[in-house]
């Protein structure tokens, strides 16, 4: 919220508001000072980037430099470079963060970050002169605790974002390369990261958080065994699941002083990420459900049963997550219960609805009729969602929500046009159909807004 966008929005508008009234002149004076003290304690923006970018291409000559003369280095020469290097970079930062006149803060952390990219060299260098030869993703993990212990020692965000990006980089070694279906060490070291992030309310590093938590468990998806027909669907379940909740507890983090900047993020992020795997419970294939067998010979839907088989450790991961997200609706309802507030109550609803059909699910006996039917079930609460996003964002100013909204629903309805465009090429009318009603329904929603938006304009006046 504290951005020089914000504050030049609010240096403009300001004058009117004490025009109009709203605003005593000393109030005016006191709110400037105020964002422009809060302005001030943090970073900008874009000198921040270029120093991370300056840092990267530094980091990258110095590598650069060591492939080109390794072979006419001394040992000692070597690591006396590879040492002093990263000790200076750290005394630089240590300077620029230490408050001193003429230090800059910004420079600071680009050094740290420097600091940590070179210390991930020096581990890698070092194993090269000394000939160690070992499990080679610890060499990772190594860098990453590095990373973990410089951001609790001395707080930077760019160096908990690396932190986080190595943290990932680890596991997947270990998933994609090493065959660990899920890899738990992964979530204490993502943990231990996460913690100052939430506490110091580091946008960017929650959000890198998110994502990172979001890619592991694409790592873990698409590298499961898959020994059975719809094996990969209970996966999905429980990362939308997961999704929802983390979406809900940023919901609620509103409700929380230390929490409420980091709201929006964890929100967006998370809606984002629960969203993009929802979008695979469109093909019947995630569902164990035959493509275009139901017109061939050796299809026989009476006697078609589905392979996979939850199993007790993902059914408990389900029911986790669904209960949590159920919880988070049920104390979100009591919230907006006594504001009455229609458009919310019917939006927990749907969520309420749509974890108690991903919870339903395995249970189910797994005949054709009940995965026809939980498929039909899941994408129509997941298009129902979808439209309640684009009412809910018209109707509360958030742009974000309509806009992801309508880019889920068309990244949903373009693969399954192209599926049944050459067999149910009837049932494209009915999608054409459905966007047609979309479409309407927006248009009515826009002239309500503008209508509304009139009617206060004129009571302002």
């Known amino acids: 919220m504290w951005d020089r966008a914000f504050v030049g929005r609010l240096r403009k508008e300001l004058p009117e508001w004490v025009e109009k009234g709203w605003v005593v002149p000393a109030g005016e004076t006191a709110i400037m000072a105020h964002t422009e003290a809060r302005l001030a304690q943090g970073l900008n923006v874009i000198p921040m980037a270029l120093a991370v970018i300056g840092a990267l291409t530094l980091s990258a000559g110095i590598i650069l430099f060591f492939a080109a003369n390794w072979s006419e280095m001394s040992k000692i020469a070597k690591l006396a470079v590879l040492f002093g290097a990263m000790w200076g970079a750290y005394a630089i930062a240590g300077r620029g963060l230490s408050g001193a006149a003429g230090a800059s803060r910004v420079i600071g952390h680009a050094m740290l970050l420097l600091g940590v990219i070179l210390f991930g060299a020096n581990i890698q260098l070092i194993a090269q002169i000394y000939h160690i030869d070992a499990h080679y993703p610890n060499g990772v993990l190594m860098w990453s605790l590095g990373a973990l212990a410089l951001v609790w020692l001395v707080p930077s965000q760019p160096a908990a974002v690396a932190g986080l990006a190595l943290a990932t980089l680890w596991s997947g070694m270990e998933i994609l390369d090493f065959g660990q279906r899920a890899h738990w060490p992964f979530l204490a070291v993502w943990g231990l990261l996460v913690g100052p992030a939430l506490y110091r309310s580091w946008k960017w590093a929650t959000c890198a958080a998110l994502v990172s938590l979001g890619v592991w468990c694409f790592m873990i998806l698409i590298d499961w065994p898959y020994s059975g027909r719809g094996a990969s669907l209970y996966l999905l379940q429980i990362f939308t699941l997961l999704g929802v909740a983390i979406h809900l507890a940023g919901v609620a983090m509103q409700d929380i002083p230390r929490l409420a900047a980091l709201s929006a993020v964890v929100r967006r992020t998370a809606l984002i990420g629960t969203l993009f795997a929802a979008h695979f419970f469109i093909y019947v294939g995630v569902h164990g459900l035959p493509w275009y067998s139901w017109t061939g010979r050796n299809f026989d839907a009476e006697t078609w049963t589905r392979g996979a088989d939850a199993g007790p450790g993902m059914i408990a991961f389900i029911a986790v997550f669904a209960l949590a997200a159920l919880a988070l609706a049920l104390d979100r309802y009591r919230r907006v219960a006594a504001a009455r507030s229609k458009r919310d109550m019917a939006g927990i609803a749907l969520a309420a609805l749509a974890a108690a059909v991903v919870l339903a699910n395995p249970f189910m006996p797994g005949r054709y009729a009940d995965a026809v039917f939980m498929y039909v079930a899941i994408n129509a609460t997941i298009f129902a969602l ?76």
Do not use: C
Not at 398 to 415: D, K, L, T, W
């Open 386 to 461: 979808l439209i309640w996003m684009v009412v809910d964002g018209y109707r509360s100013g958030e742009r974000f929500q309509v806009y992801i909204a309508f880019v889920a629903y068309g990244a949903g309805m373009i693969p399954v046009y192209f599926m049944e465009f050459f067999t149910l090429m009837n049932r494209s009318l009915f999608v054409m159909g459905g966007g047609a009603v979309l479409i309407a329904g927006v248009y009515l929603l826009e002239h309500q807004r503008r209508k509304a938006a009139a009617a206060k304009a004129g009571d302002a006046s």
